[in-house]
């Protein structure tokens, strides 16, 4: 499998085990740029250095990731990636500012942001380029915006839009835009993130790359990383050395991690597509937040089924969605914007990510679960 498009509009391209070697080793390199080998080997530093205004350890961190990324600047914020998103917006935009955003149910922590930023929001629908690039060209109410956000992984089932030609036809007509992109769900699994691609920023969680919990990443232009830095000038505030040190250890090893897990995403539907369960009304391939599996069960018992899998070995609570914590396969409800856009997944939908576990595993379990509940 290689990173080109899928045939399969709605998913996100993902990279083959080759890509993604390539990538651990160029996150190598960029660590190798900013640490000696001593200084890696550390538990890194804490609070305000009197050069760096954090933890130097933090501000090599930060160099390597905009080196990685190929930015003009990065930031560790707290607050995973939510907290990246609250904190750059507060930046960008003013309570009664406009920003244009998809036309789909948006994630829940997304609406709090937008609701406790008191920012106005203009939807349109990334998916028709025809009448994205109408709206930015003609239409008055998309004039008031200031940012253009862009939420990297799926919000329903019908999404199909292209980030990268997203990102181009913005500055092609509306250059003026600030262009923000949530990555949360992608980086370290596509073959790149939003400010790769064009973007003036990207946003992402390090849990969702294997990374501790509460830190998140900016990465963009300098001007506003730099007022992000400026308005957190308190010791308590900062990420401290030892946490981007582990963030940046185990971004090392996500890529490959996330390929392996990819790859057994795609031999679960292939095995579920051919009848391997009963019980099944349909299955699909989806970008609901992580690449995953659902199905469609012919009877309402998704919640049963779902519950009655936790006692044959699978999880069916996220941590982190991919975090370090999750290593049975996860067997859950699917995402709220995707129940927001399809009612009926409520009471049949199950998603599954497989996260370090393997289909026939994974299948077994759905057999014995299935099972238990029609007794």
């Known amino acids: 499998m290689s990173s080109h498009q899928p045939e399969n509009q709605s998913l996100l391209p993902v990279m083959s085990m080759e890509e993604a070697m390539k990538k651990q080793f160029k996150f190598v390199k960029s660590i190798s740029r900013y640490f000696d080998g001593n200084s890696f080997m550390s538990y890194g530093d804490l609070g305000l250095h009197p050069q760096y205004k954090r933890p130097e350890t933090t501000a090599k961190a930060e160099q390597v990731l905009a080196d990685f990324f190929e930015a003009e600047a990065a930031v560790l914020v707290r607050g995973s990636g939510t907290g990246g998103i609250r904190t750059l917006l507060s930046v960008l935009l003013h309570p009664g500012d406009t920003m244009i955003i998809h036309e789909a149910p948006a994630y829940n922590t997304t609406k709090e942001t937008i609701r406790m930023l008191g920012l106005k929001t203009i939807k349109t629908d990334f998916n028709n380029l025809n009448r994205l690039t109408d709206f930015l060209k003609n239409d008055k109410t998309s004039k008031e915006a200031k940012v253009f956000y862009i939420q990297h992984a799926r919000q329903q089932q019908s999404d199909n839009y292209d980030i990268k030609r997203v990102i181009q036809l913005v500055k092609d007509h509306r250059p003026d835009l600030t262009i923000v992109t949530d990555d949360n769900y992608c980086a370290m699994k596509t073959p790149g993130i939003g400010v790769e691609y064009g973007a003036d920023y990207a946003t992402f969680s390090g849990f969702k790359v294997l990374g501790p919990e509460g830190v998140g990443v900016i990465a963009g232009l300098e001007k506003g990383i730099k007022t992000v830095r400026e308005r957190n000038y308190s010791g308590g505030g900062q990420v401290q050395g030892f946490e981007a040190l582990d963030l940046l250890r185990m971004m090392t090893l996500a890529p490959v991690s996330l390929a392996v897990q990819n790859a057994q995403v795609t031999e679960l539907y292939e095995k579920l597509k051919e009848g391997g369960l009963s019980g099944v009304e349909s299955v699909q391939l989806t970008n609901a937040q992580s690449k995953n599996v659902l199905l469609t069960l012919k009877e309402p018992v998704a919640k049963e089924v779902i519950e009655a899998s936790v ?24 995402s709220g914007s995707f129940i927001e856009s399809d009612p009926r997944l409520k009471d049949h939908g199950i998603r599954i990510n497989p996260m370090k576990s393997d289909a026939d595993h994974i299948l077994s379990i759905l057999e014995k679960a299935l099972a238990n509940v029609k007794r």
């Open 311 to 334: 006692a044959f070995g699978a999880a069916n609570k996220p941590i982190g969605a991919e975090s370090k914590y999750e290593i049975l396969p996860l067997i859950y409800k699917p």
